[in-house]
Nanobody
């Protein structure tokens, strides 16, 4: 079992920046992939960014060059730094961890990009 708790969401103006944090607890030594997903109003949940063991990362095309995912293995934390935010980035952002093919999810944190 892995428990995930997100933090850092909020209201930000277009063009602004925000960093989301996700703290993992439980059987974290067996996590082989962590990532961030989001679900905007009326949309399906989509992958934003992921980082796997060894440090390889991948990003959705819509956030490449603007978002950065990083992981602090000792602290069992994963971060999503978001720059140049736009209204279309408004969504609930969920932290995800994969252990042997099983997905674990946090409850999500709301990011609203609006002037």
């Amino acid at each position: 079992q892995v428990q995930l708790v997100e933090s850092g969401g909020g209201l930000v103006q277009p063009g602004g920046s925000l960093t989301l944090s996700c703290e993992a607890s439980g059987v974290v030594f067996s996590v082989n992939k962590m990532g961030w997903y989001r679900q905007g109003p009326g949309k399906q949940r989509e992958l934003v960014a992921a980082i796997i063991i060894g440090g390889h990362t991948n990003y959705a095309d819509s956030v490449k060059g603007r978002f950065n995912i990083s992981r602090h293995k000792i602290k069992n934390m994963v971060y999503l730094t978001m720059n140049s935010l736009a209204p279309e980035d408004t969504a609930i952002y969920y932290c995800n961890a994969q252990v042997s093919g099983t997905d674990y999810w946090g409850e999500g944190t709301l990011v609203t990009v609006s002037s």
